[in-house]
């Protein structure tokens, strides 16, 4: 296996440390890396590219539900939900909810499925306490 030579590690840590502290190319913030942008001009870049949304009307969804997943209303990070067949915007959900949804493809059949089996097996728990 190759290793790059100390001169070359060198060159990459001083090109990085070069811009460390500089204005971002958009807004005048300082840098926090190599691309020329800070952090929430990246951030607002993705949003808009990705959602059709900016990062203050993202803030302003999750503000809407108070900050709380849509469905199991918990205070965690948020993420933007949205129809991958339609690409609209349906809310701000955690990673786990969020996760559930994009694991079944949105399929609501198999998501109602899921509900009933956990229905009967509390159901049928809660017989085998009775019987205990």
């Not at 807004?27 to 808009?48: E, Q």
């Not at 933007?80 to 067949?85: L, P, R, S, T």
């Not at 996760?99 to 089996?117: E, H, P, S, V």
Request: charged content about 25%; hydrophobic content about 35%.
């Amino acid at each position: 296996m190759a290793f790059p030579n100390n001169d070359r590690i060198k060159a990459i840590s001083e090109k990085r440390s070069w811009y460390i502290g500089k204005p971002c190319k958009n807004c005048s913030n300082v840098k926090k890396d190599i691309k020329g942008a800070c952090l929430k001009c990246k951030s607002n870049w993705h949003f808009i590219n990705k959602y059709g949304i900016s990062l203050e009307e993202r803030n302003e969804l999750a503000k809407s539900q108070n900050n709380l997943c849509a469905i199991c209303f918990r205070k965690v990070e948020l993420l933007v939900d949205h129809d991958h067949k339609t690409n609209i915007i349906r809310g701000m959900l955690c990673n786990a909810c969020n996760g559930i949804l994009g694991i079944y493809n949105d399929n609501i059949d198999i998501l109602k499925n899921a509900i009933n089996y956990l229905i009967a097996s509390s159901n049928e728990s809660m017989r085998e306490n009775v019987r205990s």
